[in-house]
């Protein structure tokens, strides 16, 4: 995440944003990107290949900060497609209630969810995709898994920061958990 | 709606629904069917005008039975198909979760949703539309209007059963109420 | 279940049913139990004993009809008394949508949710008890776990018709699930 | 809103907080408090007489920051007990998901959620209370109104910030809009 070409208004430095972090909670959306049947129904989750903040590189849902003046259906877009690529053509859910949140702390065991560098409050959301994905900027691959894949113990073990439960939830919201 | 050519499983006469409607709550589903935009917002709310089971012809939503051995996700095809023609290409929602689930009972004065006939548990999705819409079996007609057109109250006045009261629910869980 | 005692409206005997459940979906509900701490957190899920509509004896959630003109609020109330006792003093949701809706089938590779005797659509909620909770009429016994015992394959492993599914679905509902 | 005595972590001036709100989106927590009866119906709906930040004083639901560290169940139940007083016995919901997220701006324009301070991101939820409520701090006044009376257009008039179509959107949630 480039934080000084994602800010749009003002201008927040490197330090700036690191003093900020250490004083208040920073908005995020996060998106389980999905291939879905023309019933609804979900045959694969998208998993992308990243390098995370806790410097593993691991398999990652879609993720980034909501900048100031920006509309969450916006930052869903935009982080969809800084992970998935310009051709991804997602389908931003109609409804703004995000399916759960989730507390990022720089301690792990305050919620099991762990970002070493901030306190972050993470609205999450299903968001199928009908376009063509391809690894963008700081995504070195993406991969589709079933439902049932995606919620395997081998799965789980190569996320880290706790989006492995995130994941499971999403699952869950979309009645396919196995 | 005609419930012999519903039928899918055993053979249901009119007489014996008849009999069936005085003792079980049916099962339905009821569909808002929406244009929206590429970042998800509601552009337009579709309203059918048509035949109601209390005898005025008056704008309504989709609705439907949910017949024996048919999946949710099947039934809300089958009745936006019904309803709006084949060439709707409903985005069937991926989460089996409706947004509110509506009591109608005979008295109109237990839930203020009022079916004469019965008493029917329905479930209530919205639908996004993506295709051609065009009146289809016992629709007279179907209208586009913006979220606040169909949050006034002349477009209430058009609506019976309580129907305007689930298209408010509809809006106000897309975040589109005025 | 006794249907002839439950039922309100009209007399509907075991033959009766019996051929209606061949014929239309029925109508349920279902509760997952929970007692909470003051900061809304799950402390517990609370599971039945009970005989299983496919002869077993497991662990299960609250289940039960919805009686024709009864409410949904009703319904969850009498069937958690029916199961927990009248002194459990459940705390029924405010919102009428449940956190997932599940669909029984007589044929298990349907939905993966397997009822023998019928087609049943049941709404899922999630119920805060504060009172006192002991078994009544057809609970053999009730166990209070902890969300992690709850999700572990032991517990899965003593539930049948796909009930285990349904209960992760709701840990995960609750941001609960490990 | 006092921010010196709610920031719990580093310190953060009033001159620091003026910066950060030009430059990032506050994360903020919102509560419709209200009264069920035992079946879980909505029977009364508190709104708070007081100062806004557009400098009216105004009919208002609960609202306030979450701070770094803090959970958001956490918030709630301070920002409840802010504004209703430490007796208020607030049900925090046991799930993490909102009923719906507010984007508010200090350009009314663009999301109809005006703060003229700030851009925040704010999580709703419905707090059911079972304790005694009294105006405390910032409070004026608290007013127990009918789910009707919440959603006529006087009260309305009386709310400002957009605040009168939150409420009326929890109403549409709770299943309760007239």
Not at 39 to 55: K, Q, T
């Amino acid at each position: 995440m480039t934080d000084k070409t994602e800010t749009q208004h003002g201008w927040l430095s490197e330090e700036d944003i690191a003093t900020v972090r250490e004083r208040l909670p920073i908005v995020y959306v996060e998106a389980v990107p999905v291939r879905v049947s023309d019933d609804g129904r979900v045959s694969e989750v998208g998993l992308l290949l990243r390098a995370m903040p806790d410097g593993t590189i691991s398999r990652a849902i879609v993720s980034g900060r909501v900048l100031w003046g920006e509309r969450i259906r916006d930052a869903l877009i935009r982080n969809v497609e800084k992970d998935l690529g310009s051709l991804a053509m997602p389908r931003i859910p109609a409804s703004p209630a995000p399916f759960t949140v989730v507390e990022y702390f720089p301690d792990p065991s305050v919620s099991g969810f762990h970002d070493p560098r901030q306190h972050a409050v993470s609205l999450a959301y299903v968001v199928p995709v009908e376009g063509i994905c391809e690894p963008s900027q700081v995504t070195l691959d993406i991969a589709w898994l079933t439902p049932e894949e995606a919620n395997s113990s081998e799965v789980s073990k190569e996320m880290t920061s706790g989006q492995d439960r995130l994941l499971r939830t999403a699952l869950a919201h979309l009645g396919c958990l196995p």
